[in-house]
């Protein structure tokens, strides 16, 4: 095998595969990125088993082939080599030599038979979307996810393909973020699957390359081909992403959002979590909630730390209804204000005990539920 | 039926032989108190076959004429005590007159004595009760008692002698008692000939210890001398990591005289409770010291129990005294860290010291009150970290505990000690945070530790175990201050329980709500959990409720004691509110050991575990030989 590449194109198509490595010990070659050079182009592919990431690379191939390097540190030599010119050169016993400028590396790889293939699929349910979109919609609820391992099946964000509408939703089990839009669903083509969180930040990582991004499940498996041609630094065709899906039933969400609207208030995003970012500087882990008090026009959201002190912060909203007093876990009422761009959103609440709903005017809900203080 | 006859003195010996002389072991405590009340400075012991062939007590005591030689095995002859009420003020091991007549009769008895200032000495040997002769001996100032063939003149005695290497375990245990109770004597002890231990006259009592129990042994203890009222208690404890699996080393002493008190043995089980897992027993060599009056020596014949006229105050004055010093432990909490630590303990040190008495810890410079003679009155050498020399200025004392020990032994005997304010309870600390400039994080290994470099060596930590301890300690003063944040669940759990457990759980709802949960049953044995402590994972709520009704059903909460109760009940919570992060900064390190030493009990984890170890310089240059 022998190619000559742009070096900021290899370093790039590097980059993408970059975090996908096996952590098992007990198979070396998923620390490797398999590199197969052929025509005019190089594809590199890393996998963990349970996920795999394979791009393209335009380059100059001279005599086709594959091998397989450490990724991590073939990587960062790629990245510091002196010459934008690189040739790679590969050896049948794997040893590879890489040149560039007055640069020599030989590196010893390790043959393609071990390397596990990413699973390739064709009859399973298909939906384009614009990559766009799709990141948007995953930056609105993935912060939602359960970092609790011993909740497996909430560790992801689940994908809902139904009744023409295509729904992202994650939950922790104390909060709920939900976006949908509409979508034309076939009844054959309609599913779902829990997309672990491990992908999903790969996967919004990969996100706006170019315009389209297909997805491909069943149900114990999913792909994506993310196009790439808005990226000019060397990638082509698109990129592909492989994962497992978290297998399990997720809990029914549409019972827990709440059909009623008690009291809703109009706000600006940026203001309120201007507001909540600064009382939430006096939290500690022993006192780690906000409050939020309603009275006519006002909101007034406070909060204090039994060792450091309390923060009072007021802003001036349109409301009429009976006063009203909640507390929430900051986070909470952050994530989703940080994750969204409209600037203006909706939050409905009604006693200390029921839970607050942050709406805008798109199909974006997020339940959080209340702390009480005894 | 014959006549009634008043017994021949050598009967009557023989019979109260029965009581005073059980075994070999019960020889030799006689005669080693008797060597004590002489006032020797040194005591050598020899026995061979367990006692059984020969016992020897030799002492460089004050001796006895021939008359008091000949007098002393006279029954209920004593000089200790003259009339009844002296009981009442005893300050010798002896007071019966009993213990030579007794072993006299049932052994063949030779005693060599010679008084300070007496040319020669007087021997006399006794042979089953029958005084065989009496003569000049020559030997130096002091006894030497040597019984021989025990028991031979009633043979049927013999028959309940366990087997040499019982009866030697037995004399071996009592030699080593008085040893540690009178550090100040050389004691030597020697089986078949051979030296068992020959322990100089020590300076302290840790040295004592060291010279019997081992020099490794030391490293664990520390020093404690609290006094309250006429009482005192002081000696040396160890910290709560070095707990054992056995009891043999709880050692108590009462007016100098090694005894068995349940009281006391509770009062130190008692107040390590929060410190040491179940079934581990504390260290622990003290001293109590008490108005003779207060206690009662002469309800055992061989005087090893005795009764205090009021326990309840001489338990609640041990448990105060103890849980003190655990408390200042776990504030200076590390040699290594007591470096680097700040004036911390002031606050709590002013509640319990004697007004007048200058606070002495790391407070230096508001402490430097003319001469150094603060340092005496420091409560908690331990704690103590920077002194004053006599010019005032602040000195460094050495980090580790040796040097640390050292200091508490340079303090005069009887000056002033700290007393325990009665009453009050110990005032809960809210010191200063320790400073840890001068600390690097140097990372994580093996999942739950963390290393750091420290001034004086390094600290190994379990995270898992410093977090329990800092959420058993917030969880408890949670419940105090009634501050408790309850999240609900968007998706409520559902727990199903076996019948009797659900019916556990059902009968202490109210305190399972009153900590942050509610759960609502909603159908036979099924219970929803719908809120949770705000700082439970909702995910750990369900195995939480069911380690709580397996906790119910073992009965852990079954007393009347709310404050156990709670104490259970953080100890089971605490172990579900840590969370490892598996990458750590430096800055969120040195924060999780700030609030390990703020804690209480710093040294272990609520079951009992050690949160941190330390390698000292020292202890590393030694192992890696630079
Ligand atoms: N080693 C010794 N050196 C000097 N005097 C001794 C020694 N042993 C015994 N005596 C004297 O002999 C007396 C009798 O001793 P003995 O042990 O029989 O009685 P005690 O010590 O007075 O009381 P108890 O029976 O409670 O031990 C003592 O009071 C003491 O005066
Ligand atoms: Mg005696």
Redesign the interface.
Same mark, same amino acid.
């Given at each position: 095998m022998k190619f000559k590449i742009n070096r900021d194109h290899f370093a790039n198509g590097l980059a993408q595969v970059l975090n996908v490595v096996g952590s098992k010990a007990t198979m070396p070659i998923l620390s490797n990125v398999l590199i197969e050079a052929e025509k005019d182009q190089i594809s590199l592919t890393t996998t963990n088993l349970d996920l795999g990431i394979r791009c393209k690379i335009k380059a100059e191939v001279k005599e086709a082939g594959t091998v397989t390097l450490p990724v991590k540190r073939l990587a960062s030599i790629v990245r510091e080599l002196p010459n934008t010119d690189v040739t790679v050169d590969a050896a049948p016993n794997h040893q590879v030599k890489l040149s560039s400028g007055g640069s020599t590396f030989r590196i010893m790889g390790i043959g393609k038979e071990e390397f596990p293939p990413l699973p390739e699929f064709g009859d399973e349910k298909a939906f384009t979307l614009e990559q766009s979109e799709l990141a948007a919609m995953l930056r609105s609820v993935s912060y939602a996810e359960?970092q609790?391992e011993?909740?497996y099946i909430?560790n992801g964000v689940y994908f809902n393909f139904k009744d023409g509408k295509f729904s992202l939703v994650a939950?922790?089990?104390?909060?709920?973020a939900l976006m949908s839009k509409e979508m034309d669903v076939p009844a054959e083509s309609s599913g779902s699957i829990i997309l672990p969180a491990k992908t999903v930040s790969e996967l919004s990582r990969l996100l706006d390359k170019g315009e389209k991004v297909k997805i491909n499940f069943n149900e114990r498996r999913c792909a994506f081909q993310i196009a790439s041609n808005k990226d000019s630094s060397g990638l082509i065709d698109s990129i592909y992403l492989y994962s497992k899906v978290v297998e399990g039933n997720y809990?029914n969400y549409n019972q827990?959002i709440p059909k009623e609207t008690h009291q809703r208030i109009k706000l600006e995003r940026q203001l309120l979590l201007d507001c909540v970012h600064r009382a939430a500087l006096v939290c500690s882990?022993?006192?780690?909630?906000v409050k939020l008090k309603l009275t006519s026009n006002l909101l007034e959201i406070t909060a204090q730390s !039994?060792d450091f002190g309390e923060a009072h912060e007021s802003m001036a909203v349109n409301y009429s209804g009976p006063d009203l007093q909640v507390?929430f876990?900051p986070t909470f009422i952050m994530d989703p204000l940080k994750a969204l761009t409209k600037d203006e959103i909706f939050f409905e609440v009604k006693d200390e005990?029921s !839970?607050g709903v942050f709406k805008t005017l798109d199909s974006f809900v997020c339940?959080i539920? !209340?702390?009480?203080?005894? | 039926m014959p006549s009634i006859r008043i017994l021949p003195d050598r009967v009557a010996n023989q019979i109260a032989a029965g009581e005073v002389v059980e075994r070999p072991q019960a020889v030799i405590k006689e005669l080693v108190e008797n060597a004590l009340d002489a006032g020797a400075t040194r005591v050598e012991v020899e026995f061979s076959h367990g006692g059984r062939s020969m016992m020897r007590v030799e002492d460089n005591g004050c001796g006895m004429s021939r008359e008091d030689a000949l007098l002393c095995l006279e029954r209920h002859a004593t000089s200790k005590i003259i009339e009844a009420d002296d009981l009442n003020r005893l300050g010798s091991y002896g007071f019966r007159g009993e213990a030579l007549p007794s072993i006299a009769s049932v052994s063949r008895f030779t005693l060599q004595t010679r008084p300070q200032g007496s040319e020669s000495g007087t021997e006399v040997l006794v042979n089953g009760g029958r005084l065989l002769h009496v003569r000049d001996c020559g030997r130096p100032v002091g006894t030497r008692i040597e019984v021989a063939q025990l028991f031979h003149p009633v043979p049927a005695r013999r028959k309940f002698l366990k087997t040499d290497q019982t009866e030697a375990a037995h004399i071996v245990q009592c030699v080593r008692l008085y040893a540690l109770a009178c550090p100040g004597v050389s004691f030597t002890l020697i089986e078949d000939g051979r030296v068992l231990f020959r322990s100089p006259e020590c300076p302290r009592l840790l040295d004592r210890v060291g010279e019997i129990f081992g020099r490794h042994f030391t490293a664990d203890l520390v020093p404690i001398e609290v006094r309250e009222g006429d009482m005192v208690l002081r000696g040396l404890i160890g910290k709560p990591v070095a707990a054992r699996p056995t009891r043999h080393e709880m050692i108590s002493f009462i007016n100098g005289r090694p005894v068995d008190s349940r009281t006391v043995n509770y009062a130190i089980v008692e107040s390590y409770h929060e410190y040491i897992a179940k079934g581990r027993y504390p260290m622990a060599f003290l001293f109590l010291e008490i108005d003779p009056a207060a206690v009662d020596v002469n309800v055992h014949p061989a005087k090893r129990e005795v009764r205090f006229r009021s326990e309840p105050q001489v338990r609640s004055f041990i448990i105060r005294a103890i849980l003190q010093r655990l408390r200042e432990l776990g504030q200076a909490a590390s040699p290594l860290l007591g470096a680097q630590t700040e004036p911390a303990r002031q606050a709590e040190a002013g509640g319990v010291q004697p007004p007048g008495s200058a606070p002495v810890a790391g407070g230096a410079a508001e402490a430097a009150g003319p001469g150094g003679q603060a340092q005496g009155m420091q409560p908690a050498p331990a704690a103590t970290v920077s002194a004053l020399d006599a010019a005032g200025r602040v000195i460094k004392v050495p980090a580790f505990s040796a040097g640390l020990e050292a200091a508490a032994a340079d303090r005069l005997p009887g000056a002033g000690v700290s007393s325990a304010t009665p009453q009050q309870p110990i005032p809960s600390p809210r010191q200063a945070a320790p400073v840890l400039t001068a600390w690097r994080f140097i990372g994580l290994a093996q999942g739950s530790l963390a290393l750091f470099e420290a001034p004086g060596g390094l600290v190994v930590l379990d995270r898992r175990s410093a977090l329990e301890r800092i959420w058993y300690e917030?969880l408890l003063a949670?419940h105090g201050?009634? +501050? #408790? +944040?309850?999240?609900? #669940? #968007? #998706?409520p759990?559902t727990l199903e329980l076996d019948p009797v457990a659900s019916a556990l759980v059902k009968d202490r709802l109210g305190f399972v709500q +009153?900590h942050?949960f509610e759960l609502v049953e909603f159908g036979r044995n099924f219970f929803r959990i719908e +809120?949770v402590p705000?700082?439970m994972?909702?995910?750990?709520a369900v195995d939480f409720i069911r380690e709580l009704a397996g906790a119910l059903r073992d009965g852990r909460f079954q007393g009347r004691d709310e404050r156990v109760w709670h104490e259970e009940y953080a100890r089971l919570a605490s172990a579900k509110a840590v969370r490892l992060s598996q990458r750590a900064g430096e800055a969120e390190m040195l924060g999780l050991l700030r609030d390990l030493f703020l804690t209480r009990a710093p040294l272990t984890s609520p079951q009992g575990r050690a949160t941190y170890f330390e390698l000292s310089q020292g202890e590393l240059a030694r192992r890696l030989q630079i």
């Open positions: 359960s609790d011993t909740r909430l939950t922790d089990g104390r909060r709920l809990p827990v882990e022993k006192a780690n909630q !039994p507390a876990n005990i !839970p339940v539920m !209340p702390v009480r203080l005894t | 917030r949670q201050t009634g +501050a #408790l +944040a309850v999240q609900r #669940l #968007l #998706l759990s +009153a942050g +809120a705000d700082w994972e909702p995910g750990d």
